[in-house]
């Protein structure tokens, strides 16, 4: 198959599947979800990602109705499904308890439903240069939740198409938070700088693998909060996700950044690669 779609128990073609106008995420965004990428047909980190839609969704209240070796084990087997072997995998869970419109939300124990598309797509290249552009951090206070509640993000990221950059770094006053879908980190000195997995930033699973990169390679790594002057400043400004694992900016409001320790970059882009690539083989 093409693209390849789930809905409560039954499969079909993504342009062939329907949901109910009762599902509370039509009125509400009332969910959660996670993605990653495959490649020969293996998902990468799907336990990381398992386990982070499951805390997505907890701290939400929303019960879900799978165990996480089954819903493991449906992802896994769609993908299996798709003609093609690298794939972005999307994944979203929203309340159950469907019905009449109603703020206050279902407390019976009603099970999550679950939405699952398989596209093919393959991930970003590792070594292209982006550019980037800032915007103060208007999103509520719960950023660690990967909530489907996106407009900020949606037009955060269309004002970096519109401007010609790749992505919006976002800060709250003079502290950089992360980017409209992706982390922000910095390498200062020879340290790999990030923000701490608070509330204000999601805990990236690109990012939880470049601190390993990190320790493996034996450079330093400082989970700390930074500056957007500091961001200017240092030696390299690094966006990761799922899809892109470890890129570098050039260019950040119009002005070049980074470019100044080419050879540290490297090696943790090349580690993070080799990473995806082995355990996808």
Known sequence: MKNLAYYNGKFGELEEMSIPMTDRVCYFGDGVYDATYSRNH????????????????????????????EMKAILNEMVAKMDTGENFVYWQVTRGGTGRRNHVFPTDGAKANLWITISPKGIVDTYKKIKLMTKEDTRFFHCNIKTLNLIPAVIASQEALENGCDETVLHRGDRVTECA?????????????TAPTDHLILPGIARAHLIKACKKLGIGVDETPFTVEEMM????????????????????DGKPVGGKAPQLLKALQDEVLR?????TN
């Open 42 to 69: 293996k998902i990468f980190a799907l336990d990381e990602h398992i386990d982070r839609i499951y805390n997505s969704a907890a701290l939400l209240r929303i019960e879900i109705a799978q165990t996480k070796e």
């Open 275 to 279: 990473e995806f690539m082995e355990e």
């Open 233 to 252: 400043n240092a030696d390299e400004v690094i966006v990761s996700s799922s899809g892109s694992l470890c890129l570098a900016a050039e260019i950040i």
């Open 181 to 193: 879908h992706s982390n922000v980190h910095i390498i200062k000195n020879g340290v790999f700088v």
